[in-house]
T-cell receptor
Framework: EAQVTQNPRYLITVTGKKLTVTCSQNMNHEYMSWYRQDPGLGLRQIYYSMNVEVTDKGDVPEGYKVSRKEKRNFPLILESPSPNQTSLYFC????????????FGPGTRLTVL | GESVGLHLPTLSVQEGDNSIINCAYSNSASDYFIWYKQESGKGPQFIIDIRSNMDKRQGQRVTVLLNKTVKHLSLQIAATQPGDSAVYFCATYNQGGKLIFGQGTELSVKP
């Protein structure tokens, strides 16, 4: 089954404690991205990657890091989480402009206390 | 900068009626558009897409119309069902390869 998986699905943590949210896709997609979704602000892109070792900033990259060492994985790293990073996070993958839209993961709900 | 916007944040329709959700975009060079559906507690799900060389594309109970002259696209859902209740987003890629989403329209279907 074609899918994007994220882990963990739910996480409560404290300010300053480094965390990683993993993302993996099994569709051999080159394009992957991370979004956060907040009430009233919609979906905002954090980082995206057009291929292995190629990453670029989205709209709200501050406080986040990503890496793309393998095609299937695109982890999101919060080196020092803060309460304003409390949000719902989605990973997605796609063929990019080749079409077909983005496949989204199920989401990770993060709370930073 | 580039933007994609939906005209109404909420839309309420009677079950069985047709729904029309509208979206406007700012960049006349945009050439690929996607509609997503997001149900409560889930990630956005691809519904249908359209390229700028087309004016209309149909799927199962859904139709997307593209008017490049006024930079407007719409999603039409025929015979709306309770399972269609969700937030609908339009989106397009900018030339840098970034996907830009509209704010979303919440569709409520009354039985």
């Amino acid at each position: 089954e074609a899918q994007v998986t994220q882990n963990p699905r739910y996480l409560i943590t404290v300010t300053g404690k480094k965390l990683t949210v993993t993302c993996s896709q099994n569709m051999n997609h080159e394009y992957m991205s991370w979004y956060r979704q907040d009430p009233g602000l919609g979906l905002r892109q954090i980082y995206y990657s057009m291929n292995v070792e190629v990453t670029d900033k989205g709209d709200v990259p501050e406080g986040y890091k990503v890496s793309r060492k393998e095609k299937r994985n695109f982890p999101l790293i919060l080196e020092s989480p803060s309460p304003n990073q409390t949000s719902l996070y989605f990973c997605a993958s796609s063929l990019g402009l080749a079409g077909g839209g983005e496949f989204f993961g199920p989401g990770t709900r993060l709370t930073v206390l | 900068g580039e933007s994609v916007g939906l005209h109404l944040p909420t839309l309420s329709v009677q079950e069985g009626d047709n729904s029309i959700i509208n979206c406007a975009y700012s960049n006349s060079a945009s050439d690929y558009f996607i509609w997503y559906k997001q149900e409560s507690g889930k990630g956005p799900q691809f519904i249908i897409d359209i390229r700028s060389n087309m004016d209309k594309r149909q799927g199962q109970r859904v139709t997307v119309l593209l008017n490049k002259t006024v930079k407007h696209l719409s999603l039409q859902i025929a015979a709306t069902q309770p399972g269609d209740s969700a937030v609908y987003f339009c989106a397009t890629y900018n030339q840098g390869g970034k996907l830009i989403f509209g704010q979303g329209t919440e569709l409520s279907v009354k039985p």
